[in-house]
């Protein structure tokens, strides 16, 4: 969580810890033991105990067992995108990728996993002046010049073609 995401999403991802001890010896430990910078949160209504505090019983999951602590990702509307009682990380960051829009494949306008025609449409359409969404934009300026023009088109169409 500190390196994967924290560290390496800097600014774009807000991680925070919820904790739910009261004891701050035991807190701070923690967060030493675990080199963690991200801001953690205490949890109103634990009792110091293993489990319990409001949040964790408003967000609880039955765990099957599992001791690892609950991993959430809410995106930038505040709908929750992910919810997992097991580490996955790798599946973690593909939802983070995902929101922030780090999975798009550079020319695909439309988003439909294909680069073709309809993408030299879209990319056509904005450069006419329709205002393109930040995914639109992200897929379609291609030399990196910060605006799409005909540049771009120019390079989508040889990358149709190739
Ligand atoms: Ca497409
Ligand atoms: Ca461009």
Redesign the pocket.
């Known amino acids: 969580m500190e390196t994967a995401i924290w560290q390496a999403y800097d600014g774009e991802v807000q991680v925070l810890g919820i904790i739910n001890t009261g004891n701050q010896n035991q807190l701070e430990f923690f967060v030493e033991q675990n080199s963690l910078t991200f801001p953690i949160l205490f949890d109103p209504g634990s009792p110091g105990g293993v489990q319990g505090g409001d949040t964790y019983d408003l967000y609880y999951m039955p765990n099957d067992g599992s001791p690892y602590p609950r991993d959430f990702v809410i995106d930038q509307n505040g709908i929750l995108q992910y919810a997992n009682n097991e580490i996955d990380t790798e599946w973690m960051l593909y939802v983070l990728d995902e929101l922030i829009g780090n999975n798009i494949l550079p020319g695909d306008l439309n988003n439909d996993q294909q680069i073709n025609v309809l993408d030299v449409i879209t990319m056509v359409n904005i450069i006419l002046g329709e205002t393109p969404t930040d995914e639109q934009f992200n897929a379609?300026?291609?030399?990196?010049?910060?605006?799409?023009?005909v540049?771009?088109v120019i390079t989508l169409v040889s990358m149709i073609l190739e």
């Open positions: 379609g300026e291609l030399n990196g010049d910060g605006v799409i023009n540049l771009d």
